[in-house]
């Protein structure tokens, strides 16, 4: 199982560019310990009153939102979490079963977290269109978190990050640089943090 697994999402290219961050994606641990890892990240930012919140609002659907969630994950469990083989990524890449499962699992923990730490009423950045800031809203915590659906929320890296002032930054990670190797001829983007405005936000969202 173990080699199968090596031979489905291989470092070879990333060894061959960085040789210690290869080593590093190697040793990764388990998911379910990338995944307690991913919470307590969540803890420690509402602990440390760092915790971004945005309420999205639809495009299709104004003004039906969705809750946005960002927070500060470091550079080695982003590392491991979008690019290690008991990843996030990889789940999926298993079966669409499994990576399901593990994002439901996930998601229904940070929404635990959420539920037990935020007030009755948040505060959160007002998103609208291609992700403007263009204030704040007052949301119930209820409504908030049922928009926090463990079967259509999904975990990504942060693309925009909300400053709190108006102002979004952008995080974009770059396609460039070595590949994954998936199986004998698939590659996937290394979402690495050497060459690019690294971002190191984990950002679930619906």
Request: include cysteine.
């Given at each position: 199982?173990?080699?199968?697994?090596?031979?489905?999402?291989?470092?070879?290219?990333?060894?061959?560019?960085?040789?210690?961050?290869?080593?590093?994606?190697?040793?990764?641990?388990?998911?379910?310990?990338?995944?307690?890892?991913?919470?307590?990240?969540?803890?420690?930012?509402?602990?440390?009153?760092?915790?971004?919140?945005?309420?999205?609002?639809?495009?299709?659907?104004?003004?039906?939102?969705?809750?946005?969630?960002?927070?500060?994950?470091?550079?080695?469990?982003?590392?491991?979490f979008?690019?290690?083989?008991t990843?996030?990524?990889?789940?999926?890449?298993?079966?669409?079963?499994?990576?399901?499962?593990?994002?439901?699992?996930?998601?229904?923990?940070?929404?635990?977290?959420?539920?037990?730490?935020?007030?009755?009423?948040?505060?959160?950045?007002?998103?609208?269109g291609?992700?403007?800031?263009?204030?704040?809203?007052?949301?119930?915590?209820?409504?908030?978190?049922?928009?926090?659906?463990?079967?259509?929320?999904?975990?990504?890296?942060?693309?925009?990050?909300?400053?709190?002032?108006?102002?979004?930054?952008?995080?974009i990670?770059?396609?460039?640089?070595?590949?994954?190797?998936?199986?004998?001829?698939?590659?996937?983007?290394?979402?690495?943090?050497?060459?690019?405005?690294?971002?190191?936000?984990?950002?679930?969202?619906?």
């Amino acid at each position: 199982m173990q080699e199968g697994l090596n031979l489905l999402w291989s470092f070879e290219e990333v060894a061959a560019v960085e040789p210690a961050r290869a080593v590093r994606l190697e040793s990764a641990p388990s998911s379910e310990q990338i995944a307690a890892l991913t919470v307590q990240r969540l803890e420690a930012a509402l602990a440390g009153g760092v915790l971004r919140l945005g309420w999205s609002e639809s495009r299709e659907r104004p003004p039906d939102s969705r809750l946005v969630v960002q927070f500060h994950i470091g550079e080695t469990l982003y590392d491991w979490f979008f690019n290690a083989r008991t990843g996030y990524r990889t789940q999926f890449r298993q079966g669409p079963g499994r990576g399901h499962a593990y994002n439901h699992d996930l998601t229904r923990a940070i929404r635990a977290v959420l539920a037990a730490n935020l007030p009755a009423t948040i505060t959160a950045r007002h998103v609208v269109g291609d992700f403007a800031d263009v204030g704040t809203s007052a949301v119930s915590r209820e409504h908030a978190l049922q928009s926090l659906d463990p079967d259509l929320s999904k975990f990504w890296c942060c693309g925009r990050l909300l400053l709190g002032d108006g102002l979004v930054r952008e995080m974009i990670p770059s396609g460039s640089g070595p590949k994954l190797r998936i199986g004998e001829v698939d590659r996937y983007r290394d979402l690495g943090f050497g060459r690019m405005a690294r971002t190191q936000w984990g950002v679930p969202r619906p």
